[in-house]
């Protein structure tokens, strides 16, 4: 299988591009600068671009039969604003492709219809707008955008703090006030679930909360 990842050079993009490599997949990198990508292998295929090039964008998804986006906000509204602008055309070239499978990650800044909310998750919403307005903004964009899609995604919310701690193929994952999440998730464990949802259909059209 032949699979396109989008943020591919950062630190939960490499372990995708890695965990995707060791199962002998075909893996097509979309990097904004090849040179940050340090790995090799001749499964890999690089290719540098623009989030808001149409163009080149859908260069990189043509051939693949999934999509993976481990794409995340910077704090930086200009970087914010090009992720938005990236998921848009990953859609579009979705669309044009018949390509189903579409993986990405997400936050629980984006509320959840199945989540039952708080004073605890609405304080933690506040204070993340108010913090970084165009990193809530982007996330809750793009989220609606993945979602009103006719592709077969699932969105996976981040519930907790990112970490470099082995795969250990142990996580949790549910909804906010049903289900007991983890205070850290693994980039490695994030990015190994990522890669088991291309073969799965639980979560089709879900956007689950995990952690470890």
């Not at 938005?84 to 492709?97: D, K, M, P, V, Y």
């Not at 499978?101 to 605890?120: E, G, H, M, P, Y």
Request: glycine share 6%.
């Amino acid at each position: 299988m032949q699979i396109t990842v989008f943020g591919a050079s950062g630190k939960t993009g490499r372990q995708v591009v890695q965990q995707a490599l060791n199962r002998g997949y075909q893996v097509v990198a979309y990097v904004r600068e090849a040179a940050k990508l340090t790995l090799t292998d001749s499964n890999l295929k690089v290719i540098e671009g623009q989030l808001d090039d149409l163009n080149m964008v859908k260069q990189a998804i043509s051939g693949s039969q999934a999509v993976v986006s481990a794409l995340g906000p910077t704090g930086k509204p200009e970087s914010d604003q090009q992720i938005s602008f990236g998921i848009a055309n990953i859609l579009t070239a979705l669309e044009e492709f018949d390509i189903k499978r579409f993986v990405a990650l997400s936050t629980t800044s984006a509320q959840d219809a199945l989540d039952i909310d708080s004073t605890k998750f609405k304080l933690r919403r506040t204070m993340i707008r108010k913090g970084s307005p165009s990193s809530y903004e982007s996330i809750v964009k793009y989220t609606e955008l993945v979602r009103q899609s006719d592709c077969d995604w699932t969105l996976l919310r981040i519930a907790s703090l990112l970490t470099n701690k082995p795969l250990n193929k142990s996580v949790h994952v549910g909804y906010l006030g049903k289900d007991k999440l983890q205070s850290k998730l693994s980039r490695a464990n994030l990015a190994w679930y990522m890669l088991e949802q291309l073969d799965s259909t639980e979560f089709v059209h879900q956007a689950p909360a995990i952690s470890d």
